[in-house]
């Protein structure tokens, strides 16, 4: 089974350039997870499956950690979503950067791991 959240939104302070740090950005964040069926199909109680709310309080968790790259906000994200759901046979982290300081202009820079 592939539970996959999308377009997390938050607004943090990653870049290069200090003035990203200071001034932050808006960020969106996608995760794919693929786990076996897990019982909650069945039974409908939270307690067997995996519980969104845990991921997007880990995904926030580790955006409020200022980097200089998203390719290591990524990483960071999945490193801990792998910790926190050790039985996840796969897990697929996207961060995009709204509008990266850049010079020609840019909806968005994503990186994927």
Known sequence: MIIRLRDIQCYAFHGVLEEEKLKGNTFRVNITIEIDTPQGVQSDDIQDTLDY???????QAEMRITSDLIEHVAWRIKQALHTAFPAAKDICVTVAKKSPPMSLPMEWVEVEL
């Open 53 to 59: 709310r845990d991921v997007c309080d880990i995904v």
